[in-house]
């Protein structure tokens, strides 16, 4: 596999395999990098079909954990936007890759652009419910994150500004082929909201029987190869 460490408007990022007219741009899951092992098994597959993939560090991941900037959902739409300006100039074809929340990302920023096709693994369809999930979690309302701003928990910290801009951006279209992975036992990227997406703007779904939000194990990441190998 060739990889090639680039910056990209100063953003760590790698080039998976070689130049081709056909570029994925990769957005990684939370607590995970440019590296992550569904990116690595999406490259091999993908180099394999003629694509090159492009794969960067979001805020505080990867080579960027040392920032101490809160992640914010503009922020990271702003560098999806830098890889897709740069992917344009040196590709005729776009197409995406989303993980997690690198899906949500993807959905707040590619809706209006031209790409091809694109593959989600366990995608965040509706980070609101995901917020609300979490607020019950720490037992606070929305008034009470209003007022602290920012609450500190054991999964991942709730920050009233991220809540403001993700009610204020509802995902209200998406005309792009995609096909999506979960596991059956996700928590996060849970059935019905899943489905509901799925089902709105008419995309493949697929569930991983025993499957779980992390893909990880042998047994998941088998699954994912012959999953995505079968739909580029």
């Known amino acids: 596999m060739n990889l090639e460490k680039i910056r990209i408007d100063g953003i760590p990022s790698i080039l998976w395999g070689h130049a081709s007219e056909k570029i994925i741009i990769a957005a990684h899951g939370s607590h995970s990098s440019k590296i992550d092992d569904c990116i690595w098994i999406l490259a091999e597959e993908a180099v394999k079909r003629g ?84 607020m019950e979690y720490c037992n606070v309302s929305e008034e009470e994150l209003r007022q602290r701003t920012i609450v500190e928990n054991d999964l991942e910290t709730l920050y009233y500004p991220y809540y403001e801009y993700v009610c204020a951006h509802p995902i209200t279209k998406w005309p792009h082929r995609t096909c999506i992975l979960r596991g059956e036992h996700d928590s996060m990227a849970e059935f019905a909201y899943v489905k509901a997406f799925s089902d709105r703007f008419g995309c493949e779904l697929t569930e991983q029987k025993n499957g779980e939000h992390w893909f990880h194990t042998e047994e998941e990441l088998a699954f994912f190869r012959n999953w995505i190998s079968q739909r580029l």
């Not at 979001?58 to 897709?84: A, F, S, W």
């Not at 209006?112 to 419910?129: C, G, N």
């Open 51 to 134: 694509y090159q993939v492009l794969s960067f560090d979001l805020p505080q991941h990867g080579e960027r954990v040392y920032e101490t900037d809160i992640l914010m959902p503009d922020k990271c739409v702003r560098e999806l936007k830098v890889m897709y300006n740069w992917a344009k100039v040196h590709a005729e074809q776009i197409s995406l890759f989303g993980c997690s929340m690198g899906a949500y990302f993807q959905l707040l920023t590619f809706a209006e652009a031209e790409i091809d096709k694109v593959w989600f693994l366990s995608p965040v369809t509706d980070m609101e419910r995901v917020i609300h999930n979490l």
